[in-house]
């Protein structure tokens, strides 16, 4: 499952429904259905902290973790590599809200110029999302790290120079209240 799934709003129960596959061959319908089902999730329990829950399938399982934030913004992050001198490995994973569990927004290699699939993440207000690059051959990347405080609307830019690319980063903000 690639990127962060979300949901804008929950004032009572939501929701979530699975269909994850095993991609087999070039057709869909050669792809072995790993889980197919959903969960019902309530407003009471932990909220602004992360938690795991393992589903189980006809062939393995698989671990989702999620949050609950108050009051929290959508941050919408665009990343667009340009400038790309020689491939490389870009490993960008992204830390919010105060919370340990890094979510993953992209892995693999860059051949040419391109942009990123679109991600989005909740954010607390009046804390930092923290997008950490990590640019090279996998034994050697070096990191980069750019912060941005969330607010109610409009976006922040940041460009990142480094040896193999220019990577610049965009994050549009909206209020999740």
């Given amino acids: 499952m690639a990127g962060p799934k979300r949901g804008i709003d929950m004032m009572d129960y939501a929701l979530i429904e699975y269909d994850m596959r095993i991609k087999i061959g070039e057709q869909e319908k050669y792809d072995v259905q790993l889980i197919d089902g959903a ?3 309530g407003p009471a329990g932990l ?15 698989v671990d989702i973790t ?9 941050a919408t ?15 960008l994973g992204c830390i919010t809200s105060g919370l340990d569990k890094e979510i993953r927004l992209f ?9 990123l699939k679109r991600s989005v993440v909740a954010v607390r207000m009046r804390s930092l999302i923290e997008l950490n690059f ?3 051959a996998l034994s050697s990347s070096l990191d980069h790290c750019c912060s941005f405080k969330p607010k109610y609307h409009g976006h922040d830019t940041r ?5 193999f690319a220019l990577i610049s980063v965009k994050v549009t903000w909206s ?3």
């Fill in 39 to 41: 969960s019902l999730i």
């Fill in 159 to 163: 460009e990142l120079k480094t040896t």
């Fill in 77 to 91: 992050v665009e990343v667009v590599i340009s400038e790309v001198q020689t491939s490389f490995d870009l490993l």
């Fill in 66 to 74: 999620l949050s609950r934030l108050r009051w929290a913004a959508e």
């Fill in 47 to 61: 909220w602004n902290d992360s938690y795991t829950f393992r589903i189980p399938g006809d062939y393995g399982a």
């Fill in 134 to 136: 990590k640019v090279g």
């Fill in 175 to 177: 209020n999740l209240f």
């Fill in 107 to 115: 892995d693999g290699t860059i051949t040419e110029p391109r942009g």
